[in-house]
C-alpha cells in the first residue's frame, strides 16, 4: 500500500505504479467521491472508450429534411 501526502495546496500525487496500472494521463478528469471516512478518485471514462460495448444497438438516427 502506497501512501501521499496532501500539499499546501490540497494536491495528491498518485504513485507511478498506480498511474501506470490505470493507464491515467496528465489532465484526465475525475470523478471524486466521500465514502464514510475515505476519498475515492474515480477516473471519467472517455467516449471513444464506451465505443462497441453495446453491439447490435442500432444508431440511426432519422433528422427532418429541414434539420439537415
Given at each position: ?10 494536491q ?33 471514462k ?23
Amino acid at each position: 500500500m502506497a501512501t501521499v501526502a496532501l500539499s499546501p495546496k490540497f494536491q495528491v500525487v498518485i504513485p507511478k505504479d498506480i498511474r501506470r496500472s490505470l493507464n491515467l494521463v496528465s489532465g484526465q478528469r475525475m470523478e471524486v467521491q466521500l465514502n464514510g471516512d475515505k476519498v475515492e478518485f474515480i477516473p471519467e471514462k472517455t467516449v471513444a472508450s464506451l465505443r462497441g460495448r453495446w453491439p447490435g444497438m442500432d444508431t440511426c438516427v432519422v433528422r427532418d429534411a429541414d434539420r439537415v
